[in-house]
Protein backbone atom coordinates (compact mmCIF):
# COMPACT_ATOMS: atom_id res chain seq x y z
CA UNK A 1 0.00 0.00 0.00
CA UNK A 2 3.13 2.43 -0.16
CA UNK A 3 4.45 4.55 2.43
CA UNK A 4 1.92 4.81 5.64
CA UNK A 5 2.92 8.08 6.01
CA UNK A 6 1.11 9.33 2.95
CA UNK A 7 -1.27 7.61 3.60
CA UNK A 8 -4.75 9.09 4.80
CA UNK A 9 -8.57 8.52 5.98
CA UNK A 10 -11.19 9.75 6.85
CA UNK A 11 -15.06 8.43 7.74
CA UNK A 12 -18.21 9.58 6.48
CA UNK A 13 -21.49 9.46 8.65
CA UNK A 14 -23.88 8.01 6.10
CA UNK A 15 -27.53 7.04 5.61
CA UNK A 16 -26.37 3.33 5.61
CA UNK A 17 -24.23 4.02 8.74
CA UNK A 18 -20.68 5.25 9.22
CA UNK A 19 -18.30 3.95 6.22
CA UNK A 20 -14.21 4.89 5.64
CA UNK A 21 -12.42 5.64 3.05
CA UNK A 22 -8.48 5.50 3.39
CA UNK A 23 -6.48 7.13 0.37
CA UNK A 24 -2.28 7.35 -1.03
CA UNK A 25 -1.49 10.59 -3.06
CA UNK A 26 -2.18 7.98 -6.06
CA UNK A 27 -6.05 7.22 -5.00
CA UNK A 28 -7.95 5.37 -2.96
CA UNK A 29 -6.27 2.46 -1.47
CA UNK A 30 -9.08 1.09 0.85
CA UNK A 31 -12.70 1.66 1.72
CA UNK A 32 -14.82 0.38 4.95
CA UNK A 33 -18.58 -0.35 4.18
CA UNK A 34 -21.03 0.38 7.15
CA UNK A 35 -22.05 -1.96 9.67
CA UNK A 36 -19.10 -1.72 12.45
CA UNK A 37 -19.23 1.39 15.61
CA UNK A 38 -17.07 4.80 14.52
CA UNK A 39 -14.42 3.78 16.82
CA UNK A 40 -14.06 0.23 15.37
CA UNK A 41 -13.58 1.98 11.84
CA UNK A 42 -10.79 4.22 13.12
CA UNK A 43 -9.07 1.61 15.49
CA UNK A 44 -8.94 -0.27 11.82
CA UNK A 45 -7.80 2.87 9.93
CA UNK A 46 -4.92 4.10 12.88
CA UNK A 47 -3.03 1.30 11.96
CA UNK A 48 -1.72 2.34 8.79
CA UNK A 49 -3.10 6.07 8.22
CA UNK A 50 -3.36 8.89 9.49
CA UNK A 51 -6.99 10.99 9.63
CA UNK A 52 -8.16 13.76 8.09
CA UNK A 53 -10.06 16.36 7.84
CA UNK A 54 -8.47 18.12 4.59
CA UNK A 55 -8.57 15.92 1.77
CA UNK A 56 -7.76 16.01 -1.84
CA UNK A 57 -10.57 16.98 -4.33
CA UNK A 58 -11.32 12.91 -5.20
CA UNK A 59 -11.91 12.61 -1.95
CA UNK A 60 -14.19 14.98 -1.66
CA UNK A 61 -15.89 13.34 -4.86
CA UNK A 62 -15.89 10.17 -3.46
CA UNK A 63 -17.33 11.25 -0.15
CA UNK A 64 -20.42 13.10 -2.41
CA UNK A 65 -21.01 10.15 -4.04
CA UNK A 66 -20.76 7.41 -1.15
CA UNK A 67 -23.41 9.87 0.10
CA UNK A 68 -25.69 9.95 -2.92
CA UNK A 69 -25.73 6.52 -2.99
CA UNK A 70 -26.35 5.83 0.25
CA UNK A 71 -29.65 7.60 -0.09
CA UNK A 72 -30.34 5.23 -2.94
CA UNK A 73 -29.46 7.95 -5.61
CA UNK A 74 -28.10 6.68 -8.94
CA UNK A 75 -24.26 7.70 -8.71
CA UNK A 76 -21.01 6.33 -10.84
CA UNK A 77 -17.43 5.25 -9.44
CA UNK A 78 -16.21 5.42 -12.43
CA UNK A 79 -13.92 8.93 -12.66
CA UNK A 80 -12.31 8.15 -9.18
CA UNK A 81 -8.60 6.84 -9.63
CA UNK A 82 -7.79 3.83 -7.53
CA UNK A 83 -4.60 2.90 -5.72
CA UNK A 84 -4.71 -0.88 -6.45
CA UNK A 85 -0.75 -1.32 -5.99
CA UNK A 86 -0.57 -3.71 -3.11
CA UNK A 87 -3.10 -5.74 -4.84
CA UNK A 88 -1.74 -8.71 -7.04
CA UNK A 89 -1.84 -8.88 -10.69
CA UNK A 90 -4.68 -11.33 -10.79
CA UNK A 91 -6.87 -9.37 -8.69
CA UNK A 92 -6.22 -6.19 -10.57
CA UNK A 93 -7.29 -8.09 -13.31
CA UNK A 94 -10.45 -9.05 -11.71
CA UNK A 95 -11.52 -5.98 -10.45
CA UNK A 96 -10.90 -4.60 -13.59
CA UNK A 97 -13.82 -6.90 -15.15
CA UNK A 98 -16.45 -6.09 -12.17
CA UNK A 99 -15.79 -1.97 -12.64
CA UNK A 100 -17.33 -2.90 -15.81
CA UNK A 101 -20.76 -3.54 -14.20
CA UNK A 102 -23.10 -1.31 -14.20
CA UNK A 103 -25.70 -0.45 -11.46
CA UNK A 104 -28.02 -3.10 -10.60
CA UNK A 105 -26.49 -5.27 -12.88
CA UNK A 106 -24.68 -8.83 -11.65
CA UNK A 107 -22.35 -11.38 -12.88
CA UNK A 108 -21.13 -14.51 -11.51
CA UNK A 109 -17.60 -15.64 -9.79
CA UNK A 110 -17.58 -18.89 -13.00
CA UNK A 111 -18.61 -15.91 -15.52
CA UNK A 112 -15.57 -13.92 -14.51
CA UNK A 113 -13.10 -16.76 -14.49
CA UNK A 114 -14.82 -17.82 -18.17
CA UNK A 115 -13.94 -13.89 -19.40
CA UNK A 116 -10.72 -14.01 -17.77
CA UNK A 117 -10.20 -17.63 -19.81
CA UNK A 118 -10.04 -20.03 -17.59
CA UNK A 119 -13.86 -21.65 -15.74
CA UNK A 120 -11.10 -23.16 -12.97
CA UNK A 121 -10.56 -19.73 -11.77
CA UNK A 122 -13.87 -19.68 -10.02
CA UNK A 123 -12.91 -19.95 -6.52
CA UNK A 124 -9.74 -17.78 -7.02
CA UNK A 125 -12.49 -15.11 -8.27
CA UNK A 126 -14.27 -15.56 -5.03
CA UNK A 127 -10.93 -15.21 -2.87
CA UNK A 128 -9.98 -11.93 -4.73
CA UNK A 129 -13.67 -10.88 -4.56
CA UNK A 130 -13.03 -11.49 -0.38
CA UNK A 131 -10.07 -9.73 -0.08
CA UNK A 132 -11.65 -6.68 -2.39
CA UNK A 133 -9.81 -3.18 -0.49
CA UNK A 134 -12.32 -1.12 -1.97
CA UNK A 135 -15.93 -2.90 -2.24
CA UNK A 136 -18.77 -0.82 -3.28
CA UNK A 137 -16.03 1.57 -5.33
CA UNK A 138 -15.03 -1.95 -6.83
CA UNK A 139 -18.56 -3.49 -6.97
CA UNK A 140 -18.13 -6.80 -5.62
CA UNK A 141 -21.35 -6.88 -4.08
CA UNK A 142 -22.52 -7.34 -7.67
CA UNK A 143 -20.94 -10.84 -7.73
CA UNK A 144 -23.08 -13.81 -7.38
CA UNK A 145 -22.38 -17.46 -6.70
CA UNK A 146 -24.18 -19.72 -9.51
CA UNK A 147 -27.66 -19.79 -10.03
CA UNK A 148 -28.43 -16.08 -8.57
CA UNK A 149 -27.67 -17.46 -5.09
CA UNK A 150 -25.59 -14.72 -2.76
CA UNK A 151 -22.42 -16.40 -1.94
CA UNK A 152 -20.10 -14.50 0.29
CA UNK A 153 -19.65 -10.95 1.51
CA UNK A 154 -16.99 -10.33 3.40
CA UNK A 155 -18.36 -7.00 4.88
CA UNK A 156 -20.62 -6.48 8.08
CA UNK A 157 -23.74 -8.38 7.43
CA UNK A 158 -22.70 -10.65 4.90
CA UNK A 159 -24.95 -11.90 2.41
CA UNK A 160 -27.61 -9.59 4.00
CA UNK A 161 -25.87 -6.57 3.34
CA UNK A 162 -24.68 -7.26 0.02
CA UNK A 163 -28.58 -7.88 -1.03
CA UNK A 164 -29.33 -4.80 0.44
CA UNK A 165 -26.74 -2.99 -1.88
CA UNK A 166 -28.02 -4.51 -4.83
CA UNK A 167 -31.74 -3.49 -3.79
CA UNK A 168 -30.57 0.17 -3.49
CA UNK A 169 -29.44 -0.47 -6.79
CA UNK A 170 -32.66 -1.37 -8.42
CA UNK A 171 -31.62 -5.50 -8.47
CA UNK A 172 -34.36 -7.75 -7.71
CA UNK A 173 -33.57 -11.13 -6.43
CA UNK A 174 -35.53 -13.74 -8.32
CA UNK A 175 -34.91 -16.52 -5.41
CA UNK A 176 -36.64 -13.72 -3.20
CA UNK A 177 -39.43 -12.90 -5.33
CA UNK A 178 -40.29 -16.64 -5.81
CA UNK A 179 -40.30 -17.03 -2.02
CA UNK A 180 -42.99 -14.45 -1.92
CA UNK A 181 -45.46 -16.94 -3.88
CA UNK A 182 -44.64 -19.74 -1.31
CA UNK A 183 -43.34 -21.61 -4.00
Known amino acids: MGDTRQMHYCLIDTDLGWFGLAWSPHGITRAYLPGDPVHSLRERFDRFASETAHWPAFIDEARQLILGYARGEAVCFDTLPLDLSAVSDFHRRVYADILQLGRGETTTYGEI ?61 PQAAQATFDF
Open 113 to 173: ARRLGDVGLSRAVGQAMGSNPIPLIIPCHRVLASGGKTGGFSAPGGGTSKMRMLALEGYED
